[in-house]
């Protein structure tokens, strides 16, 4: 137990290196972005010093590593900074907390995530272990051809397939899916059929082929032999001895999945117009806000490394095996 706490506290210490490497490159690939946003506010009539006040009044003067250092310090004690959509040329300062712009959308994005994982883990786990109980069958080979076409198409002609048949020719569902604060769960629900549906064929491939190789893997384990040898029936075989086993794969693609639930999900809330944290980050990269950018990006970082690290520590207890590798 001592090493499996252990090997834990190593993965959890890699993770939160891990995150400040990422940070840094966050803050360095933004700070190369074209254009200036004080000069895009100001305009090009603006005087090379009204230009330089300005951006002395944002911050943007110091050198980077400064800013950086800062940004981080204030991230760490729960300060994301200050947006600067709200300052215009006149020199009003209308401009918003970061996080009140940020924790909304994240919450709409994880409402989004939570639904699509809902519907598509169940469905990728049982479509993979009747895939491996009926293999070389004909069930088998649809299963696999469908999830191969599903994982092969861009999710926005999957989005936009779905917008075409089921809210234009049909319309069933909402093309767009805008909701607020105010939208009651049910109006919810229905208004995020369509992005949700998106990302289940787009994610529950993945994990049913590595749930079907993981079982089918094991089946030529020796003691899944001896579990024949003793008369255990197939779905026996399958559900008490064979998956126990593979749920250290399995739960690393599925953490990786639902991680692009919340990390992949811009393209999809652009197309369905979806107030989440990724159309915020689109809207901001275009407005030039740096501050909003920067949290958004270290939000999919945080989650992307969170969800790994939780797959990992899900394979270590799982399979203690892992810990002494041959």
Request: glycine fraction near 6%.
């Amino acid at each position: 137990m001592n090493a499996v706490l252990s090997t834990i506290l190593k993965r959890l210490g890699m993770g939160v290196a891990t995150l400040f490497v990422v940070s840094a490159i966050i803050f360095s690939s933004i700070s190369m972005l074209p254009g200036d946003f004080s000069e895009a506010v100001l305009g090009q009539a603006a005087t090379e010093e009204t230009v330089t006040a300005f951006r002395k009044e944002l911050g943007l003067d110091k050198s980077a590593p400064v800013r950086y250092f800062e940004w981080v310090g204030s991230v760490l004690q729960g300060d994301l900074g200050t947006s600067f959509s709200g300052r215009n040329a006149s020199g009003q300062d209308r401009s918003r907390q970061v996080s009140d712009l940020v924790i909304p959308r994240l919450w709409n994005t994880l409402f989004l995530a939570g639904v699509t994982a809902v519907i598509a883990v169940p469905l990728a786990l049982f479509l993979g272990l009747t895939a491996a109980l009926y293999r070389n069958t004909a069930y088998d080979r649809i299963v696999n051809a469908a999830t191969l076409t599903t994982i092969s198409t861009p999710e926005f002609f999957v989005a936009y397939i779905l917008i075409l048949f089921f809210a234009s020719l049909w319309p069933v569902f909402p093309s767009l899916a805008n909701i607020d604060a105010s939208t009651a769960m049910g109006e919810r629900l229905y208004r995020v059929a369509l992005p949700a549906l998106t990302l289940t064929l787009v994610i529950v491939a993945h994990m049913m082929r590595m749930t079907r190789a993981a079982i089918i893997n094991l089946l030529a384990s020796p003691y899944i032999e001896m579990a024949r040898l003793k008369g255990a029936s197939r779905s026996e075989i399958i559900l008490k001895h064979a998956l126990p086993n593979a749920w250290a794969p399995i739960a690393t693609v599925i953490a990786f999945n639902l991680a692009y639930l919340v990390v992949g999900v811009v393209v999809v809330e652009v197309v369905f117009v979806y107030p989440g944290i990724g159309q915020l980050m689109v809207d901001a990269v275009t407005s030039r806000d740096i501050p909003v950018v920067q949290a958004c990006a270290l939000i999919f970082a945080a989650t992307y490394i969170l969800l790994n690290l939780t797959a990992d520590i899900i394979g270590i207890v799982t399979n203690p095996r892992l810990l002494h590798p041959r």
